[in-house]
């Protein structure tokens, strides 16, 4: 056997098996991609990409719950007392040490600053969904009089900041904007 | 054990497909002559049980999609329209529903069956890690046939279940999208599950096949967990297996009738007839009772490992509770099968099997308190067996001496006649 032509020196038609089998392999991911693909929002789904409220009504202790993009979204306009709670809470004694607002910063710490907008620091809003695993929090309850969640038993705080409980996060703030003093736009 | 054929075709269509495709004598070498260890308990009767409850889901669920329809404006509808207004429609209904927990009664036994006598052992290895698949399509196609009617705990079980994917790192999100087919769980959603709902139950078909088609090629494993070594030590599928199977059957289908007839919604919960409402979360999500173990073991991971955060913990926890059971045929370094002959193996199986009870009973209860601490003791005990007890058992156990053979073994329990009462009886008439 050891007489045999050597196969160290690739022949021409080496090369053409090669790169045959590489666009079949690139061809065939291609055609696959279309079946995977499919299964993500659709065009009607992120089409609903924003909405408009009216937080006008919503008097002080009170809070609503929206939809938006299928999921809830809590608009709380806090009083001074449970504005004073979130602020008075030392950040070292915090679950999760980031804002988790889409409007500031991505390592901005979770200050009850950070949480709300400046000058209209009454207004909380947030996803509803319990970082945990997808529940929905209950309003004005649980140990910090915030929210308590009642699939795992996570409590979040009047920032709605996770304090005790299996929930890793704090509830996510949306991107949101004020159009004026009464109109909210989520997204 | 799969010997030479012992099939003749007679009539003509026989002699007529035997040249042409053989499927006359695949049928009989598999469901007539095959030979099956002699001293079967009625332990062995739940193969043929769940092949039943198989059929049984198969057949009510195509019937049920002809009246179903997979759209969240009218889901849950149509299934309150066949339960009033279809023909028959609340029978064929509470047979899918309670027939899916049939089925899991009958494999938890089956799989309980198969831990206690070893017959995940050399040479069935590949048998058993094809029944672990087809329990993790079974799960799969269970909860996503719970989703379908559309009701609080469908929409609430598909949601914390798809979350459990954000627990990845990086990727989570993405994942948890591309599955749900949206933001949040939707009509995208729905449509997807039914689809694959239908598809997943043939797909457990085709491995059944192939398990069955691996159960042949080794052949069954027996209470005394030796090999047959002679034909006195088995007896024809048909009559013998066959006819114990039917009967077993019978009793099976008096237990599931029961439920049906007089507890159609005992094993369900009554959250479920409320409609989806994205906006309200039920007080208590459980899941169905055959995930209850599972669902303990996630929920009991309350603490970080490391960079393991407690959300990625649970869930890597609660996968890898079924992923232990593909290594468990090289986790048992026992060379001895069968728990009879394994004396501390067999009280070790007993508190294994008494831990998964409990998790079940623990992932019904809220998460607070002693349950969690409870919850987390039996997690740990229920990996330690698989990673500790079997391990060290087969060197710090003396089995007890093994039967030279399944007819010596038979002979010696009923006294010792010279000819088994069944099998060897037909020879005399020759």
Not at chain 1, 156 to 170: F, H, L, Q, V
Request: hydrophobic share 50%; net charge neutral.
């Amino acid at each position: 056997m050891a007489n045999t032509a050597s196969p160290a020196d690739p022949t021409r038609r080496d090369f053409l098996y090669l790169t045959t089998g590489a666009m079949g392999v690139v061809g065939t991911a291609a055609a696959l991609w279309p079946f995977i693909d499919q299964m993500n929002p659709d065009a009607s789904t992120r089409a609903l990409a924003s909405i408009e409220v009216d937080i006008g009504a919503i008097e002080p202790g009170q809070s609503i719950t929206v939809q938006w993009r299928g999921k809830p979204v809590f608009i709380r306009n806090r009083t001074p007392e449970e504005i004073e709670a979130a602020k008075s809470v030392p950040l070292a004694e915090l679950r999760d040490p980031l804002a988790r607002n889409d409007n500031a910063a991505a390592d901005a710490d979770a200050s009850d600053a950070n949480r709300a907008t400046d000058g209209m620091e009454n207004i909380l809003v947030m996803v509803g969904v319990c970082t945990h695993l997808g529940c929905i929090p209950l309003g004005q309850q649980g140990e910090y009089g915030g929210w308590f969640c009642p699939c795992h038993g996570s409590h979040y705080d009047t920032a709605g900041r996770i304090r005790k409980g299996p929930a890793p996060e704090n509830m996510h703030v949306p991107v949101y904007t004020f159009v004026n003093d009464t109109r909210l736009r989520i997204g | 054990m799969s010997g030479h054929s012992t099939y003749e075709p007679r009539t003509g269509v026989e002699k007529w497909l035997e040249r042409r495709l053989p499927i006359v004598r695949l049928m009989h070498d598999t469901a007539v002559s095959y030979p099956t260890p002699r001293n079967l308990n009625y332990f062995w009767t739940f193969g043929a049980i769940l092949v039943f409850m198989l059929v049984v889901q198969i057949l009510t669920g195509v019937v049920l999609a002809m009246h179903y329809a997979a759209n969240s404006a009218v889901a849950f509808q149509s299934v309150e329209a066949i339960m009033r207004d279809v023909n028959w429609g609340w029978l064929l209904r509470y047979m899918h529903a309670n027939g899916a927990s049939m089925f899991f009664i009958a494999v938890f036994i089956h799989m309980f069956k198969a831990m206690y006598y070893g017959s995940y052992k050399e040479p069935r290895e590949l048998l058993w890690i094809l029944g672990v698949i087809i329990l993790l399509l079974m799960m799969a196609t269970a909860f996503m046939g719970y989703v379908l009617p559309w009701g609080q705990m469908s929409f609430w079980g598909a949601t914390v279940i798809t979350n459990f994917f954000t627990a990845i790192p990086l990727v989570g999100e993405p994942i948890q999208t591309l599955l749900i087919g949206g933001f949040a769980v939707d009509n995208a959603t729905l449509n997807r599950f039914f689809s694959l709902h239908y598809l997943l139950p043939f797909m457990i078909f085709g491995v059944v096949i192939l398990h069955i088609w691996a159960l042949h090629v080794s052949g069954q494993n027996n209470p005394l967990g030796i090999d047959t070594k002679s034909e006195k030590d088995t007896v024809p599928f048909t009559p013998y297996a066959t006819l114990k199977d039917v009967f077993a059957l019978v009793v099976f289908c008096l237990f599931f009738g029961w439920f049906l007839f007089f507890q159609p919604n005992y094993l369900g919960h009554p959250d479920n007839y409320i409609q989806a409402n994205p906006l309200v979360t039920p007080a208590h999500i459980v899941p169905e009772w055959y995930f209850l173990p599972f669902y303990a073991i996630l929920r009991a991971i309350t603490f970080d490992i490391g960079p393991i955060n407690s959300k990625l913990g649970g869930v890597i926890a609660m996968f890898g509770s079924i992923a232990i059971l593909v290594f468990l045929p090289w986790l048992d370094t026992s060379k001895v099968r069968s728990a009879r002959f394994r004396p501390l193996f067999k009280i070790f199986f007993w508190v294994f099997a008494i831990t998964c009870v409990m998790l079940g009973w623990l992932g019904s209860r809220p998460a607070e308190g002693g349950y969690v601490l409870a919850a987390q003791l039996f997690t740990a005990y229920y990996f330690a067996h698989f990673l500790i007890v079997l391990p060290l058992l087969g060197f710090l156990e003396t089995p007890k001496p093994l039967p030279t053979s399944i007819t010596d073994a038979v002979l010696a329990k009923n006294g010792g006649h010279a000819h088994p009462v069944g099998a060897a009886a037909s020879p005399e008439k020759h």
